[in-house]
């Protein structure tokens, strides 16, 4: 029988690459979008695409609906990748910022799994593959907002890993470091919106290194990576009877996580502070 996989955040680099690979393996695909005009598209090409927006708790609701009415009441993998961030320092994220990323971020992650959960109990099998980063477990400056959010994220799946071990259900994390997508222009937009950063003391940094790395486009960073490296993992989460509990993808992740395990605090953040 087919492979049915609901995935979260397609309407570019993670989320379209894994929706066209799982496809391409055999996978049926719900390849969902938060806006409706890019479900348009992915219907186009083939996809059915359910609109999901993880803050909009009603559109979880009816886009779980649609994927188990096209599939008769079952569901063998959710994919949850969608996500944003809000460049900015620490000092300069107002509540309602944080309050909005972490809707996206975590919430709405963990409604979303908490919606499949019964329907892969009452099947008798599934996994449920939650995409975080290497921000998930080191932190980064100027990247409060998301890594606050990556790090509750690996927490979270962590303890649902774990929870869930007595049962077939298999949660499992992917942790990439720098990839190809639109996660730099996709965060102006929230940038713009909460961070004041003409009023901030931090100004002459903000104009001498965020601003020049949000809006100018310069290539590909050092090491990084198509979005295929990432569903190429996530391929092996889905596939393999004895799944990892975390994946690593990039250089700069193994790099992070060894990193973490054998330098003292202080050096890390030596290391991280020269970027």
């Known amino acids: 029988m087919t492979r049915s996989v609901l995935i979260t955040g397609c309407s570019s680099g993670i989320g379209l690459d894994a929706a066209h690979g ?9 390849a969902s979008c938060r806006q409706e005009a890019d ?3 992915l219907r186009a ?5 359910p609109r999901i927006d993880y803050a909009d708790e009603a559109s979880l609701e009816t886009g779980l609906a649609q994927v188990l009415e096209a599939t008769g009441g079952t569901l063998d993998a959710l ?13 300069d994220l107002p509540r309602q910022a944080l309050r909005e990323i972490f809707e996206v971020n975590l919430f709405g992650v963990h409604d979303l799994m908490r919606r499949v959960v019964p329907v892969m109990r009452a099947q008798g099998h599934g996994r449920i593959v939650n995409c975080s980063s290497v921000l998930g477990f080191v932190p980064y400056k100027w990247r409060a907002a998301y890594v606050a959010t990556k790090y509750a994220l690996e927490g979270l799946t962590d303890v649902w890993r774990l929870d869930m071990a007595d049962t077939p259900i298999k949660v ?6 720098p990839i190809t997508s639109r996660i730099r222009e996709n965060s102006i937009p929230h940038f713009e919106r909460h961070i004041d950063w003409r009023a901030s003391p931090r100004r002459a940094q903000y104009e001498d290194s ?10 590909p960073d050092r090491f990084e990576l198509p979005p295929s490296a990432v569903t190429k993992k ?22 992070a996580g060894i990193a973490r395990r054998v330098l003292t605090t202080r ?9």
């Open 22 to 30: 799982l496809r391409a393996a055999g996978w049926r695909v719900f």
């Open 79 to 91: 994919y949850n990748n969608g996500a944003f961030g809000i460049p900015g320092a620490a000092e």
């Open 172 to 177: 499992i994390l992917i942790e990439p470091g």
């Open 210 to 219: 965020l601003l020049k790395r949000l809006y100018e486009s310069r290539g």
């Open 234 to 255: 996530l391929r092996h989460a889905l596939e393999s009877r004895r799944p990892h509990p975390r994946y690593y993808v990039t250089v700069p992740t193994w790099f």
């Open 267 to 275: 050096a890390s953040d030596r290391l991280l502070s020269r970027g």
């Open 39 to 41: 479900c348009d598209r």
């Open 45 to 49: 090409e083939g996809f059915e695409a």
